[in-house]
């Protein structure tokens, strides 16, 4: 049977998470003078092209919010429900959510991250399934498949397949810029579930058990250490541990660069960690996946891009997390934005989970 399906992108989503800045709303401008690319539309096309030829009848928006990206993808027949000015607003969104909604549509699909989906949340509730393509830089709701290839298999598979209540997380970006993470239920949405396809919400932990975790990881870190490379620190409490461990005050939700003890770089961009790693070649990579979700790359550390881990090596990569963590995320996920890199990471990567300890965790 045919399906409908909305489709609008925020063509500005992720633009802030390379150039290190946590997020991109009321960023555009900022984003553009450091550098940033728009990569929204690459993502989306990535999880449209797999769904040519197949039996949908697609709603869309006018260039640059949903047209475009069909067109690349060679889906050329779908009806413009609403035309946006330049540049776009959250409030094209919700019009084009009313019109699909109007138009009677089976699933809503939409490109961005947590304020996009709190845009179409705010128009849709539960009336509708809804479905992310993970564009933004920190996507802790749990309405976005875990890459843009899970996404064609869900909206393939769309009606014939549950949906679950997932969580649309209310993310404070101006607070997670000053590196305070302060996140509230917004909502629950509908969402076509399936496992290792549509991904988790975080999970903060905080119990004495990982307290203690965290710094048998910090003190094994330390020792572990190697003069004369490159320590690529991304976010999270577990790695900001291992800094505070070697004397050094951390950015909690950034990405910072030691070297011999003194820090090079702090709040780095995918620009400055690139011209580091060419002055000095041997680096590691630190990262620690975001609890639950299981994201060890491509969530709230696009910083390390692509270019970045080709540079360093993904055998320089090392990936710490507590065994509370490690407990509550099944599995791995690695989404960098490079489908080829991501296959490279291979079906385990070992983490390191206390002194002297590790344990060996299956990527999807």
């Excluded at 909604?101 to 304020?115: Q, S």
């Amino acid at each position: 049977m045919r399906s409908a399906v909305g489709f609008l992108v925020n063509p500005i989503a992720g633009m802030g998470g390379s150039v290190g800045l946590a997020g991109t709303d009321g960023q555009v401008e900022e984003a553009l003078r450091r550098g940033a690319v728009p990569r929204a539309l690459d993502r989306a096309v990535q999880a449209l092209s797999p769904l040519r030829g197949e039996d949908i009848a697609w709603y869309t928006c006018s260039a640059p919010m949903g047209e475009d990206v069909l067109e690349r993808a060679g889906i050329e027949r779908s009806a413009i429900v609403h035309r946006p000015a330049v540049p776009t607003t959250s409030i094209d969104t919700r019009t084009a959510c009313r019109a699909f909604v109007d138009a009677g549509v089976d699933l809503i699909l939409f490109c961005g991250g947590d304020g996009t989906a709190r845009d179409v949340f705010d128009v849709v509730g539960r009336e509708i399934p809804v479905l992310g393509i993970p564009a933004g830089v920190k996507m802790y709701s749990a309405v976005f498949a875990v890459n843009p290839a899970a996404a064609a298999d869900l909206i393939r598979r769309a009606g014939d397949i549950p949906c679950r209540d997932s969580e649309v997380m209310d993310v404070d970006e101006e607070a997670y810029r000053s590196g305070r993470l302060a996140a509230h239920l917004y909502g629950y949405a509908c969402v076509p579930f399936i496992p290792e396809r549509t991904q988790g919400g975080k999970q903060v932990f905080e119990q004495q058990d990982e307290e203690r975790a965290k710094d048998g990881i910090a003190a094994f870190m330390a020792e572990i250490i190697l003069p004369d490379t490159l320590y690529i620190v991304g976010a999270g409490s577990t790695t900001a541990r291992i800094m505070e461990r070697l004397g050094l005050a951390p950015t909690l939700l950034g990405v910072d660069v030691v070297r011999n003890g003194e820090v090079l770089a702090r709040n780095a961009d995918e620009k400055t960690l690139l011209a580091l790693l060419e002055q000095y070649p041997r680096a590691k990579i630190v990262v620690s996946p975001i609890g639950a979700q299981g994201f060890v790359l491509g969530r709230g550390n696009q910083q390390v891009s692509p270019a970045v881990l080709r540079r360093a090596g993904l055998s320089n990569l090392i990936v710490v997390a507590t065994p509370g963590k490690l407990r509550a995320t099944p599995l791995l996920y690695v989404d960098s934005g490079d489908p080829a890199l991501d296959r490279e990471v291979g079906e385990t990567l070992l983490v390191v989970s206390g002194y002297r300890m590790a344990q060996r965790k299956r990527v999807a």
